[in-house]
């Protein structure tokens, strides 16, 4: 855990389930956290597992730039990572494992924001695989929050927490930036582009 929201909201979050696998939602008191509330989410677990957002804050939705109330959270990733996302989601909720990724958002054209998303288990009206409690966070704030809708953002990275440590295994993975191809060479008038038959 990189940044201080990360831990603090992580340390409450503990705090709060003590001998419990996870908290109630209706333990969370809002007024606790409320330095944290901008950057706060909610998802819910719902049959599809698209899971919906439930709340979030004004600084996640700036990065959208609108309200993400019923969004997926899955449809804010591009293709290849949404499996990851869902993995790491389920795994959230079927073995009440607090999962931390890093990913980077921007807008077409515009430099990177460097995020770190907490995402943690919470039970329900009894139902211990019911929401997901949120916390992203950007490194620096970019110039253009709030201004320019990230369209997908890009894990780099997924990490279990065991017992408040970063643990290795299933999720202790990398993903690089994606290779560009070798440009076509030129040869007279022809263009030859490399490729398997």
């Avoid at 957002?53 to 019923?70: T, Y």
Wanted: glycine share 8%.
């Amino acid at each position: 855990m990189r940044h201080l929201a990360t831990r603090e909201l992580f340390d409450y979050w503990d705090r709060l389930r003590g001998e419990r696998s996870a908290p109630e939602r209706s333990d969370i008191d809002l007024g606790a956290i409320r330095n944290l509330l901008a950057d706060l989410f909610m998802l819910e677990v719902d049959n599809g597992h698209h899971f919906p957002f439930v709340m979030s804050g004004s600084r996640v939705n700036a990065f959208f730039c609108g309200e993400q109330k019923g969004r997926a959270f899955l449809d804010l990733w591009r293709g290849r990572d949404q499996q990851n996302i869902a993995a790491a989601l389920l795994t959230v909720i079927d073995a009440a494992c607090p999962v931390i990724a890093c990913a980077e958002a921007r807008p077409e054209g515009y430099a990177k924001a460097d995020l770190e998303i907490l995402l943690l288990p919470l039970r329900h009206n009894g139902y211990a695989q019911a929401r997901i409690l949120g916390l992203m966070t950007a490194a620096k704030k970019p110039t253009w929050l709030g201004l320019l809708a990230v369209e997908a953002m890009v894990l780099r990275s997924l990490r279990a927490i065991e017992d408040g440590a970063l643990m290795g295994g299933a999720f202790d993975a990398q993903f690089p930036e994606p290779q560009r191809p070798d440009p076509p060479e030129l040869r007279s008038h022809l263009r030859v582009i490399p490729g398997g038959r």
